[in-house]
């Protein structure tokens, strides 16, 4: 894994499999040469970890040996150095890194309503409003306006019935139940068609207004602060225009250190120039079914050669092959 933490670029490997980590480094770039942090191994002889900490962390033997201690063999180092009372070193830094600035996975059949109300409650400055709506506008959407609305909700017998079942806290249950009413929060969009405005609730936009408004906060937030954010199959129900425009204006205004890895199949970004090819990775199944990722840059592509076409004519990794698009329904 390569990341970047105030303009450091640091380099984290593993080796491991369902019981063990077999090896396990850690790198960082404060100029053109790599300097070791640490590096583990794991003995099967011995059924041992051995640490060896780079003299860059100025770790005391006692911080080394309380670190060691506590690095298991299906452990990793940093995760051992979480549990450790030991002195700061760059490796506090790495460590909040992974535990705060890295977000879950955000999944193609994952809702951001609920995102997208919870940032705009908080958004007292309506900042991030302005900042959707002006999104929104140059995607060409026609929506001039979004407002959240609040209402009071009495809680039925019913309603209590899905309280109780609810995964959430006791504490949170009871002072719902204690209160008599829950409180629903609810988008209406405000659209323009010709001369007239027209208000729409949440449950009437499309699943790809929905989506690419939530698309629009994440942005927001990747622009505003230093995270990374994974996205799964970022093109899911937004048109190609879309996702583009999307990449172009973080690429673009992004000034910090911000990260995105994006999954997708739509093969039209092999085709634009604003993306490097040596960020483009693809997936290649092999004749075991394991899945190799292969760098579009390692290939040996002429520069002048277009990778889309490559691609689409199998020079690059190996296409789904495909049989006969005629069945036989007769066919035992």
Sequence with gaps: MIFYINQSKYILSFELDAKYIHSETLVVYDSIRPTKLYSRSYDAATDSTAIDFGGNLKLTKKSQDVISGNTINNCSVLAAFGKSNVERTKLNDIYDY???QVKDILAPGMSLSKYVKSRLDKDESGDLKKFILNFLKASDFNIEDVVLHEEEELITPELEQLIQNAPIGNEA??????????????LTFKHKAGEGFYDLS???ESNGTMRFMGLAVILNFLLKTNRFVPIDEVETSIHYELLAYFIKVFLANSEGTSQ?????HDINLLNEDFIRRDTIWFTDKDELGETKIVRLSSLGLHKNLSPYNAYKQGKLVKLPFLGSQYINLNDD
């Design 98 to 100: 992974f535990a705060k």
């Design 173 to 186: 249950k009871a002072e719902m139940l204690k209160r008599g009413k829950i409180t629903n929060t609810e």
């Design 202 to 204: 949440e449950e009437y």
């Design 260 to 264: 995105m890895l994006l999954t997708t």
